[in-house]
């Protein structure tokens, strides 16, 4: 805005000074009406004006987009592999690579680049934690992707920002980035001590309500792929 206005500033002060009326040498020409290059000039401004902003928002929207790769700053090179799902009123992560899973906790080294795929297991939903990255939307039957890192450890709140009912206001989680090897030896006391989330514990996670964090021990490895299937069934439609 800067760009525009303090030229056209300067410009209001240099021809009121110009064509003062002490000024011999400025011309009056009553008759004026077409100039070639003043009208070049007012339509270039604008143009480049705009150009520069859509370049701009064109360029950062893409830079910006959840599901475009982020490259690795530090730490492993591929990507940790999570999967989402959105449940009335909690959230389930699950750690196919390890065999665990949390409900409203999520335990990420810092430093590496975290590939998220989410779903929900119920209404539609959207993913947000504000300090990590963009918000993405989940729904029943469907993936979306979203790719985020926390570049140093810390705990970082996320939430729903997508009404779902009742406990809408409750369905909050905490991210914690911790060091890798504290990472390792979170995987290994769930791995021994967590409760075992099978395709039972999933429906009584999956009933209505909300839920403190809890850590899992993952005896279904296809979970995932299993609520998505679920979703997609005829016989978890409802007629319109």
Same mark, same amino acid.
């Given at each position: ?72 700053? @530090? ?10 799902? @959105? ?154």
């Amino acid at each position: 805005m800067l760009a525009l206005i303090v030229p056209i500033i300067v410009l209001t002060l240099v021809f009121a000074w110009w064509f003062r009326a002490g000024n011999k040498r400025a011309k009056r020409k009553p008759d004026w009406n077409y100039s070639g290059a003043l009208e070049v000039v007012n339509w270039m401004v604008p143009l480049m004006i705009i150009l520069f902003l859509g370049g701009m928002g064109w360029m950062a929207a893409h830079a910006l987009d959840p599901a475009k790769p982020l490259p690795a700053q @530090s730490g492993p090179g591929a990507p940790l592999e999570i999967q989402v799902v @959105s449940l009335d009123w909690k959230w389930l992560f699950i750690y196919p690579g390890a065999g665990v899973a949390t409900v409203n906790h999520l335990v990420v080294p810092a430093g590496r680049v975290l590939h998220l795929q989410l779903t929900s297991g119920s209404v539609m939903n959207s993913f947000f934690v504000p300090q990590l990255g963009s918000q993405i939307y989940t729904m029943a039957g469907m993936t979306t992707t979203l790719y985020l890192q926390a570049d140093h450890p810390g705990t970082f709140p996320g939430r729903s920002v997508q009404f779902s009912g009742d406990g809408f206001s409750d369905m909050r989680f905490d991210v914690d980035a911790v060091a890798p090897s504290d990472y390792e030896a979170w995987l290994a006391r769930t791995r021994a001590s967590g409760a075992r989330l099978d395709a039972a514990g999933y429906a009584a996670l999956a009933r209505p309500g909300t839920s403190a964090a809890r850590d899992y021990q993952l005896a279904e490895p296809r979970l995932f792929n299993t609520i998505l299937a679920a979703s997609m069934s005829p016989a978890s439609s409802s007629p319109h």
